[in-house]
Antibody, heavy 127, light 108 residues
Framework: EVQLVESGGGLVQPGRSLRLACTGS????????MTWVRQAPGKGLEWVGF??????????EYAASVKGRFIISRDDSKSIAYLQMNSLQIDDTAIYYC??????????????????WGQGTMVTVSS | EIVLTQSPGTLSLSPGERATLSCRAS???????LAWYQQKPGQAPRLLIY???NRATGIPDRFSGGGSGTDFTLTIARLEPEDFAVYYC?????????FGQGTKLEIK
């Protein structure tokens, strides 16, 4: 059974840093890109960024709102993806979800989609 | 940057009725990369539809997706009590993802 478990959330002051972890199980972690999505209280979903599998270069992409402040990394030996959040701002307050990037195929076409999600971890940025 | 606009913001219907949710893109997008998610309070989102019209594993056939270009729809044929939730469309392009702002489907 595929499972994703986020950890590391909590209360942090503006300007400080926090690192979240997403631990995967039930699948070969290194074969998949991993994505972070966040949701501010009472708001919609916002894509944060993703890290490709090592086989696809292990490179990262970020939303404009976090680029230069957040860093996604991975340790495939531990089946963990990290989200290092620096220079945190009040509006970074959100539930942070990790998801596995699945490639879904049908009739000769394919796409990326998020089939499996963690339960989320809450990050509160406040003084 | 592609913007996805969902309408209506809130849809009030009764069980058994048909629901039609709209997702409009700010420019023409490939339907291959258009997905729909359902989110219930306190839960992570769940993938419903991918490639604009393909149901994800385990999704009942009362859910269907369609559309192309800039206009996409999610239709729920006959609402069940468990269908009342928030629905998001999502698009992937140029190494980034975009979500719509969501449509809340509430019981009338």
């Amino acid at each position: 059974e595929v499972q994703l478990v986020e950890s590391g959330g909590g209360l942090v002051q503006p300007g400080r840093s926090l690192r979240l972890a997403c631990t995967g199980s039930g699948f070969t972690f290194g074969d998949y890109a991993m994505t972070w999505v966040r949701q501010a209280p009472g708001k919609g979903l916002e894509w944060v960024g993703f890290i490709r599998s090592k086989g696809s270069g292990g490179t990262t992409e970020y939303a404009a709102s976090v680029k230069g402040r957040f860093i996604i990394s991975r340790d495939d030996s531990k089946s963990i993806a990290y989200l290092q959040m620096n220079s945190l701002q009040i509006d970074d307050t959100a539930i942070y979800y990790c998801t596995r990037d699945d490639i879904l195929r049908w009739f000769g076409e394919s796409t990326d989609a998020f089939v499996f999600w963690g339960q989320g971890t809450m990050v509160t940025v406040s003084s | 940057e592609i913007v996805l606009t969902q309408s209506p913001g809130t849809l009030s219907l009764s069980p058994g009725e048909r629901a039609t949710l709209s997702c409009r893109a700010s420019q023409s997008v490939a339907s291959t990369y258009l997905a729909w998610y359902q989110q219930k309070p306190g839960q992570a989102p769940r993938l419903l539809i991918y490639g604009a019209s393909n149901r994800a594993t385990g999704i009942p056939d009362r859910f269907s997706g369609g559309g192309s270009g800039t206009d996409f729809t999610l239709t729920i044929a006959r609402l069940e009590p468990e269908d009342f939730a928030v629905y998001y469309c999502q698009h992937y392009a140029r190494s980034s993802y975009t979500f719509g702002q969501g449509t809340k489907l509430e019981i009338k």
